[in-house]
Every structure is written in C-alpha cells, then in structure tokens.
C-alpha cells in the first residue's frame, strides 16, 4: 500500500514536471545559430544533399565513433553473457531437451522458398539504403539495421541454417578497423577527424559525391549489420556452437 | 479519364479493406480470421495501388513493384501463422467439416517386393 | 475551444512524448515481470526520443534534405533544424544496445532460476 503510494506520488511529481515544462515552451521561429550554420555551409563544404548525414559524419564524427563503440561493447557483453557453458552433469541436457523439444517442427516448403527468394532482395535493401545515406533518408545504421532484420528472418523461418560466426566476426572486424583508418586518414590527409574531403567531392547530388561519405557510411553499415546479426545469433537456443 | 478509373480502382480497394475489418470482427474462430484478413486485404491493396498508379502514370513501375512485393509477403505470412496457431492446438469451431493438417489415420502400406 | 489546427505540431508530439515517458515509468515500477519492465524501459526510450525530435521543430519546415523541392539557396529558410534529428539517430542505437544487453540479463537469470518474476531474485535485496 505504502510502496503504491510511492509510486503515484513520484508519477504526479513527475507530470507535474513536464506539464511545466510543456506549457512554457514555445517553438523557434526559424534556425538557431548552429543549425543556420550547418544548413547554410553545409552542401558547399561537405556536399552531401542529406544535411542530417553530414551533421552524424562530418561535422559530428566523433559522437559517431563513440556510437560504433558502444555498440561494439553491447555486443561483445551480449556475446559474454549468453556463452555457451559447458554441462556440468547428463541432468541438465534431458530437461531442456523436454521443452523445447516442441519447437522443432520443420517448416513448410512454402516459407522455405519464399524465405530464399526474399533474403536477397532485403540484404539487398539494406546495401542500396547505407549507399544513399548521403542522398535520400538512411544511412549507415538503418542499412546495418535492415541486414540485420534479413538475417532474423533466416533464423525465424529456417531455424536449422548454419550462419558461419568465424565470418561474421572477421567481416565485423574487419568493417571497424576499416572505419577507423579512414577517420585517422582524415586527420592525416585531411581538417580533422573524419573529414570527408580526402577523396574529391564529386558532382553534387550523384551517388559519387561527398567525398568519402559513401565509404563511411559503407563500413558502419557492413559492421552495424555484421554485429547485429550476431547479436541475434547469440540468442538462439541450440545454436551449435562454431 | 485516367483519373475517373484510378478513383473507380480506389474506392474499390478501400472497400475490400473496410470487409476485410469486417471480417476479422465476425469470424468465428482463429482460422477464419486469418483467412479473411489475408485474401481482402491483399486484393484491397492491390486495388489501391493500381488505382494509384493510374492517377500518377509516372510511378507506374514502382506501384508495380510494390504490388509484386505485397502479393508474394502477405499470403506466406498468413500461411506460416496458421500453420502455427494449429500446431500449438488453437481450438477450431463446430462448424469444421474437414481438417487437413491432422495426422492421418491410415498407415502408409509397405511396398514389399513379393 | 481551441480548433485542432491552432494546436502545433510540435506540441502534439512533445506531450505525447511526456505521456509515453510517465507510462513506461509506470510500468517499471509496477510490473513483476523482467519482459515487461524491459518493455517499460524501451517506451521511456521512445518518448525521450519523441521529445528531442519535437524540439527542433519549425511550422511549415520540410525535411533537412536538398533535392528538386528545396534547392540550395533557399534551403536555410525552409527546413526544420538537423541537429536534434542527428542526436536521435545516436539515441536510438545506443536504445538498441542497451536493450540487448537487458533482454541477455533475463536470459540468464530465466536459465539460473526458471522464473521471470523478479520476486525471486532476492539475493541482493536488504
């Protein structure tokens, strides 16, 4: 009753909070200072025609490395918490074995064909939406994000398929060290971190353009999409253990 | 003329799908529903979309592609969805006259060769 | 009464923002359940989100994107403000990786204890 209490009052302080904060705001009428900044130099010193890429990449890079690496870090705590220990006696295996034993009825052949005539169309999807990141809405996280929906829906509708970790892990890897030479390249070659304009900023508005935005953009997707499809690995129960 | 068709081809889909809702509220078992639910809003949106497509003659080719996209999802889904809902036993109406997913009842006769 | 045009865009949606933070609040402070209280945290996370996309709204502005319908030179007069957009992109998957990271806690703790209830997990309570 007291704990019920509790937590009413703290919900009617925090709504109290927001009303407050709601009733007192009132919206810009036009840009700010740093966003006018950004919208007014942006396309002449970047050249990208999505502005929000070229805030995340650019202007922003380094919050975008710190983004990578947390995503790295989830997914290697992923990794650590649901490694597969061994068995300490025979009991074990017989109890899990009961119930999920109910689970293994194999799929019909529809879903299997459909499943294989659709996967490629959505991994390639995702490669056409980080390859545009600098052109139309996207970018490398949301391509990384669709790769990674193909790969749950192999482990969804063919639930024996073998995803190969060792290959995951070395492309993932791989993506990531990619990621950051092309940073240290821009501060080697280039204004700063990430700077965009080490490869020549092509004509505005074609898919070669913005500098090295396309190649950016091309490793965190392969390595957004990589780790979180193995991420979804990690989660199958039985999975054989590679 | 392009617009008279293309809106004859929207309130036609837009019918499909308003029965497809009325479907899915009446039906009386799991099954039924899903059947409902599957074919009248598949055909609602193609409808839709073709009537789009005549409206707007310059997305022709992508309305197309996303009627062939629709057409090979949906009825997968609903298929594997109900394959489901029968494998962990979902009670089926009275009404049930046949039920092809059940085991069958007579064993396949061995072929020896005699 | 106020007409539902006069009300701004950016008000409907901070609002609801607010509301989805207080309901997910709610939840995880009420629930028993491990899957539930995750849930709750993911909508405290969406509404966060909500409200920071609210902030850098401008009525009658488009999209931070320069095509045949916003050309360059006028680009600063027509579009809504990029920045909050860019730390929201951020937001989400930094959601993304925390989520897993619960969602693998209650794995384990279902695999030690066969029980999502945390009224069962009271070793570290005092």
Redesign the interface.
Known sequence: MIKRLFIFAVLILMGTVFLKLGVNYSENGALLKLGHYYVDKGPAEIGAANLVTSVVVTYRGLDTLGEVTVLFISAAGVGQMLRRTRKKAGEDDEEDDDSTMRRHKPSSEIVETATELLLPMVILFGIYVFLNGHLSPGGGFQGGAIIASGTMFLLLALPESHISRAMISFTESLSGFGYVIVGVLGVVLGGGFLDNRIMGLGEYGSLFSAGAIPLIYTFVGLKVGFELSAVLDRFREDSESN | MGEILGSIFIVSGAFFLFSAGLGVLRMPDTYNRIQTGTKATTLGTILVLVGLACLHPAWALKLLILVF?VM??NP?SS??LA?ASH?IGIYETEATVVDQLEEPTIEPETEQAE | MLSLSSIPLSSIVLYSGFGLILIGLWGMLTQRNIIRMIIGFSLIDTGIHMVMVSIGYITGGTAPIINDAVPVADAVNRVVDPVPSALVLTAIVIGLGVTAVMLSYAVRIYQAKKSLSIEDCTESKW
């Open positions: 996209f090979l999802t997968v298929h594997a394959r494998a």
